[in-house]
T-cell receptor
């Protein structure tokens, strides 16, 4: 059973545009994590936001968390072709991954 | 540091054959995990080991066994492979879990397994 569910399932944008993807979950969490997966590769951790945090930044990434709505969003600003990948949220506890958003950035 | 390594990278098995997937990490992490990833299903946890000497079932443990050989190594065994076990298998490791939270996980490159 998946706890986190990403939305949209797929997203296609032009290079330089911002990309926003969302994650909804069902039960209380300790923290929420976002991962990136390039085609055929393992997942890479991007950012972790704790339940008592509302927003966090890391380079071109901005993550928000709304525990009242049980949702999180990942914003990638000024996207690049190299950002093309699948993005997964993982809610803790337990550590359960969603099905991912496939992002395509067109040069 | 190599991080998390997995062997083999690819494997084809016939139904009923057995095999062991190997995983090792050099980051001195206490916790290790095995996932499978199927198209459109995201990652599903098979087994995990919170610390050396302990293993626990995840979401989809049936048909698999694991061994935490030492702090570095965590293997996954398929005793009698079935076509439903065709998947990509990922091993991951992390620092020890604290008070219900988890540290970030580090993933290996994966093993693509096909069972015919």
């Amino acid at each position: 059973s998946q706890q986190g569910e990403e939305d949209p399932q797929a997203l296609s944008i032009q290079e330089g545009e911002n990309a926003t993807m969302n994650c909804s979950y069902k039960t209380s969490i300790n923290n929420l994590q976002w991962y990136r997966q390039n085609s055929g590769r393992g997942l890479v951790h991007l950012i972790l936001i704790r339940s008592n945090e509302r927003e966090k930044h890391s380079g071109r990434l901005r993550v928000t968390l709304d525990t009242s709505k049980k949702s999180s969003s990942l914003l990638i600003t000024a996207s690049r072709a190299a950002d093309t990948a699948s993005y997964f949220c993982a809610t803790v506890p337990p550590l359960v991954f969603g099905k991912g958003t496939r992002l395509s950035v067109i040069a | 540091n190599a991080g998390v390594t997995q062997t083999p990278k690819f494997q084809v098995l016939k139904t009923g054959q057995s095999m062991t997937l190997q995983c090792a990490q050099d980051m001195n992490h206490n916790s290790m995990y095995w996932y499978r990833q199927d198209p459109g299903m995201g990652l599903r946890l098979i087994y995990y080991s919170a610390s050396e000497g302990t293993t626990d079932k995840g979401e989809v443990p049936n048909g698999y066994n694991v061994s935490r050989l030492n702090k570095r190594e965590f293997s996954l065994r398929l005793e009698s492979a079935a076509p439903s076990q065709t998947s990509v298998y990922f091993c991951a490791s992390s620092e020890v879990r604290l008070a219900g939270g988890y540290y970030e996980q580090y993933f290996g490159p994966g093993t693509r397994l096909t069972v015919t």
